[in-house]
């Protein structure tokens, strides 16, 4: 078998790089401090979603009940998984990996040390991948070498062949129920779409709209938010996170030096946040937990909850937290999409970034107009 170069390794929503996870300057918290400092072991656990569409995978999954609740309980793991040759450093397999996780090792409380989380997942028992492999590396390596699953039932191929679909699972007596309905998902598989440099393999397709578009929702405290929150000023930093994302809550502070940096409000940049989990179930448990995460971190700028008209728009497909673009006056969405959370500095120099080209833009478009009418 060729050689893979290492792992990539996706959990607990950390999809791209956390730059402000090494600030010198941490989060002061009291009550949340756990939240950031130590934590269960299912706070690094793929969050649950109704489902699981992987559109550059051409895959689609639901997990059923019996999953969910073992993972709610924390008796499961879950994150992605993807491996790549070492000579052409091209994809070899994709999955979508659940561990079992023993009792002491569900009750523990682990300290917010990524090499201490990935040497556990190495370690831990497997239930089992739902996943894509290329072909030629299953030619040269058995499925239950890439898998340690005893049970790997291929459900499928794409057209050319080129890749293999399996669902692997292990029978664990302790979650005999949750195992078994695993190893009976129903793969919905469908053509790959063309992967596109920048965002993850894992991600769904994303249509990214060109006007945040004309919601009506509340803040985290009732009070009533329209697009016209955007009116007053030239350019609105958004910031999708969720609670339970570490680096949304460091980025968090990092946000609250931006919005209160003279020099960014003297250019009219306004930076708000949208509470992505508030979209899904336990509403008022998340806006509360917002609530707390606010004070304890003292943000000032407005967290909104997003209704079915930013969840169905700009906010579908977003799979990495947090996540940063830019509106104007109108709600047009301007510029780029920004993954992972960033310090100040590299806020500030986005945000000159976006300013001079949504400036530039703005010019031209008034120069062209006064040539029109003077024509």
């Avoid at 000579?87 to 009792?103: G, N």
């Avoid at 664990?172 to 440099?197: G, K, N």
């Avoid at 100040?344 to 976006?354: H, P, S, V, W």
Wanted: proline share 2%.
């Amino acid at each position: 078998m060729k050689q893979l170069l290492g792992k990539v390794i996706i959990f607990c929503m950390l999809i791209v790089g956390l730059t402000s996870c090494n600030s010198t300057e941490q989060p002061q918290l009291s009550k949340t401090q756990e939240k950031t400092e130590n934590y269960k072991l299912s706070a690094f656990s793929m969050p649950i979603q109704t489902e699981y569409v992987y559109d550059y995978l051409g895959m689609r999954f639901q997990l059923g009940e019996e999953v969910n609740r073992a993972l709610e309980e924390g008796k499961l793991f879950m994150y992605l998984d993807a491996g790549y040759e070492q000579d052409t450093q091209e994809l070899a397999y994709a999955r979508q990996a659940v561990l079992y996780v023993p009792k002491e090792d569900r009750e523990k409380i682990w300290e917010n040390d990524e090499q201490q989380i990935k040497n556990w997942r190495e370690q831990a028992q497997k239930l089992g991948y739902i996943g894509v492999y290329k072909r030629s590396i299953l030619e040269q390596t058995d499925i239950s070498e890439l898998t340690d699953c005893i049970q790997n039932k291929n459900i499928g191929e794409t057209p050319d062949g080129v890749w293999q679909y399996y669902i692997s699972s292990n029978d664990i007596a302790e979650v005999q129920i949750a195992a078994e309905r695993f190893s009976r998902t129903l793969v919905t598989i469908y053509d790959m779409i063309p992967f596109t440099e920048g965002v993850s393999i894992f991600a769904e397709q994303r249509k990214i709209e060109q006007n945040i578009g004309d919601f009506q929702t509340t803040d985290i405290y009732g009070n009533i938010v329209t697009k016209d929150i955007f009116s007053n000023y030239d350019l609105t930093l958004i910031s999708i996170f969720t609670t339970q994302s570490i680096p949304c809550l460091h980025e968090m502070v990092e946000l609250e030096k931006v919005y209160t940096d003279e020099t960014i409000t003297a250019q009219s940049v306004n930076v708000i946040g949208i509470l992505y989990d508030a979209s899904q179930e336990k509403k008022e448990e998340v806006t509360e937990l917002a609530k707390e995460i606010q004070k304890e971190l003292n943000v000032t700028y407005d967290i909104i909850i997003p209704d079915s008209i930013l969840t169905e728009g700009r906010l579908k497909g977003v799979t990495a937290f947090p996540e940063t673009f830019f509106v104007d006056k109108q709600g047009n969405i301007v510029g780029e999409y920004y993954l992972g959370a960033r310090p100040k500095e590299n806020l500030i120099e986005i945000i000159q970034k976006e300013l001079e080209i949504l400036r530039g833009e703005n010019s031209g478009a008034a120069e062209q107009q006064a040539a029109t009418e003077t024509n």
